[in-house]
């Protein structure tokens, strides 16, 4: 079993970066895919990227592509979501989660962190 707790998130002025970590407790990191995803108030959480068990092969959403990058370091059972030129739109709480199935589906993952908020303001 996983346990998955984020970090990173904070305010920040559009144009900004931050970097998002998810640190991973359980003994089979490196068997998962992972995968972030964001709820912003209102509205349905979605994808926002995904990295293969080892980090070989991403997918972004298309709002985020070329502005985002995730990758992981399975020596510490981590990812990492790089977000640079943040937009007002990109507010939301991110959350990063595991699965055995390498999907942009938020059913197809079988843990989650409790979130991180992340605020962009214009």
């Known amino acids: 079993q996983e346990q998955l707790v984020e970090s990173g998130g904070g305010l920040v002025q559009a144009g900004g970066s931050l970097r998002l970590s998810c640190a991973a407790s359980?003994?089979?990191?490196?068997?998962?895919?992972m995968g972030w995803f964001r709820q912003a108030p209102g509205k349905e959480r979605e994808f926002v990227a995904r990295?293969?068990?080892?980090?070989?092969?991403?997918l972004y959403a298309d709002s985020v592509k070329g502005r985002f990058t995730m990758s992981r370091d399975n020596a510490k059972n981590t990812v990492y979501l790089q977000m640079n030129s943040l937009k007002p739109e990109d507010t939301a709480v991110y959350y990063c989660?595991?699965?055995?199935?390498?999907?942009?589906?938020?059913?197809?993952?079988?843990?989650w962190g409790q979130g991180t908020q992340v605020t962009v303001s214009s």
């Open positions: 990295i293969s068990r080892t980090g070989g092969s991403t």
């Open positions: 359980g003994r089979t990191f490196s068997s998962y895919d």
């Open positions: 989660a595991a699965g055995l199935v390498f999907s942009r589906e938020a059913r197809a993952y079988d843990y």
